[in-house]
Each structure stands twice: as C-alpha cells, then as structure tokens.
DNA sequence: CGCATCCCCTGCCTGC
DNA sequence: TGCAGGCAGGGGATGC
C-alpha cells in the first residue's frame, strides 16, 4: 500500500488505538522481514506503553515510555489490522483480512484491553527496528531524509539547491526519499502531471542559472503539496483492492489521472493526448506526452 | 559523486 | 486448467 498518503491514513487509524495503551505483549511469527528482528524485540515491547505514534516520509515510529522507538517501514505490500473492536472506527482498511492473507500475518501486538494489533506483509520488504530516542535523528535510515511534503518545510527555493545540476529524470528524483521524504510512484507521476512536467525533463532543468527556483520548480512544488494533501484527505489509495462492506477504504486511486490508465484519454480539459506507460528506473512511469512538457 | 541496473519476495493477471 | 512471464505502492547493494 504505502506512500506517504496511505502511512500517514495507516497512522490516523492506530494513533487513537494506540497512544497511551500498554503492550500486553507481541508476537513474532518469523525471525525476519526485510531485516532480522532485533534481539529480544518482543520482550523490549511487552510492558511499554506507546507515548505517540508519529511519522516521518514512509516510516512510522511508536514511541515506548523508556525512550525506545518502535521504528516501522511497510514496504511495498505491509498493512495493519486491529482485532478486537467492538465495532470499527476510522480507516476501514485497519479492520479486513482474508482468510488466505492470515499466514501473512508476521507480528501481532497484543494490547492491554484486548486489542489486537496485527501487521500483515506477503512479500516482507516491511521491516521494524528499535531505536533509542536520541539515536533517531542520527540513523542512517532517518538522518538522511529529506523534505516533508506536508506542513511549510517544502519550497521551491528549499528545493532548488537539490535538484540543481542534476541530469537525471525528474521522476527520478522525485521519488528519491533523500530530496523529498514520502513520494513513491504513484504520486510522482501524479504530481508531474499536475505540475504538466514530462517525467524525462531533467531535474536540473528546473534551476535557472543564477541557482533560484524556475516558475516550473514552482509548479511541480505546489502540485507535490496539492496532491498529497488530497490523498491523504481522500484516506490514501487502495490498489487492486477488495470491495468492502462498509466502504471506508482510501478512495484516491478513482481520482488518478494518469496512474495505471496507459491508453485513456488524458483527464485535462482541452488536451487531446493519450495517457502512455514508459519505463523509468526500472519501474512504471504514466504521463500524458501532449501536455506534460 | 551521480546514475542505472539488479535484487529481495509473494501474488495476481495475461496470454498461450 | 496449467504454466510461464511480467508486473506490483518499497529501497538497498552494486558497478559504471
């Protein structure tokens, strides 16, 4: 599921589950994800309660009341579901499961009150970490992240310096988490096309010559803010998704306008192109070749 | 250093 | 119906 939209949904659904309840205890059904579990990681939880659950680009960190960081990364496939509810609350997608998905479910937090709190991961690019507070700034994994997306940290002017004499693609660059933290494919593409930037521009194209912002950086900024802002609004994407009973599934992915609609009419009034599939990086890149210059 | 490619893993869809 | 191949929202490691 995870960009920046769906973590930050994933967190709004946890927080008022989490924040000030106590670990009962956890259960780890694997040694490994991505990454090796941390030794003793479920004893380090059991007994702690969460001070704040936060997030910072793609990463969710829980905070423990001994100054632990239950850092978290949900890969390309890891979600959450709570058990135990009366009835659900929030994010629909926190509360549904498959019968099939279940041997997926890799740790289960058990919370004091009897929630459960399960992470679910098929193909395990997930991976959780326990940090010292004081270390979180200087982790590799965080020390190196860059703008957020929400909030006023992302500029045009904050960005120029980072996308100056850079001669890779823009999508490149804006789905690079040290430039800016929380993009991934989908809203890369989605805020190219917004901004009406061919993905293959190069970064560096953005910056005049004296080092200042273009009015094109000035675009693509304001559209990387507006996309995000209404995906996250919208409660995040749900990809190749169930149908679900009560509806409260991330609804954003009806709002794409280029993303996985290779051969549709591009959605922008007064264009006549066809959204194409190119591929970048390695990975799916969505555009309209008419508008997006 | 910056950039491109490959890889990790499972599930699902397409085409034969 | 089975099977092979390609593709998927992540990012780290490698090699040029």
Not at 267 to 275: A, L
Request: aromatic share 6%; hydrophobic share 40%; with cysteine.
């Amino acid at each position: 599921m995870p960009e920046l939209p769906e973590v930050e949904t994933v967190r709004r659904g946890l927080a008022p589950l989490m924040e000030g309840a106590v670990v009962a205890r956890v259960e780890v059904r694997r040694p490994d994800l991505r990454f090796p579990f941390p030794p003793r990681f479920a004893a380090r939880l059991k007994g702690r309660r969460v001070e704040a659950l936060s997030r910072r680009g793609k990463y969710l960190l829980a905070e423990l009341d001994t100054g632990l960081v239950l850092l978290m990364h949900l890969g390309m496939s890891g979600s959450f579901r709570v058990e135990g509810l009366s009835q659900p609350v929030g994010n629909g997608s926190l509360y549904y499961a498959r019968a099939k998905d279940v041997g997926h479910d890799h740790v289960v937090m058990h919370l004091q009150g009897g929630l459960r709190v399960v992470y679910n991961d098929p193909r395990r690019f997930g991976f959780m970490l326990l940090l010292r507070r004081e270390d979180c700034e200087a982790h590799p994994l965080l020390a190196g992240l860059g703008l957020e997306p929400t909030g006023n940290a992302l500029s045009a002017e904050a960005l120029a310096p980072r996308f100056a004499g850079r001669a890779a693609p823009l999508k490149a660059v804006l789905s690079d988490q040290r430039v800016i933290a929380g993009l991934g494919n989908i809203y890369a593409c989605e805020a190219l096309w917004r901004a009406r930037l061919s993905p293959r521009r190069t970064a560096g194209s953005l910056v005049r010559a004296d080092g200042r912002a273009s009015e094109r950086l000035v675009r693509l900024v304001a559209a990387v803010r507006a996309v995000i802002a209404d995906a996250i609004e919208a409660g995040g994407s749900s990809l190749r998704d169930h149908v679900q009973a009560d509806g409260t599934l991330g609804l954003f992915q009806n709002r794409f306008a280029v993303y996985d609609r290779e051969g549709e009419p591009c959605p922008r009034r007064s264009c006549r192109g066809v959204v194409r599939r190119i591929v970048q990086s390695g990975r799916s890149t969505f555009h309209c070749p008419l508008c997006q210059r």
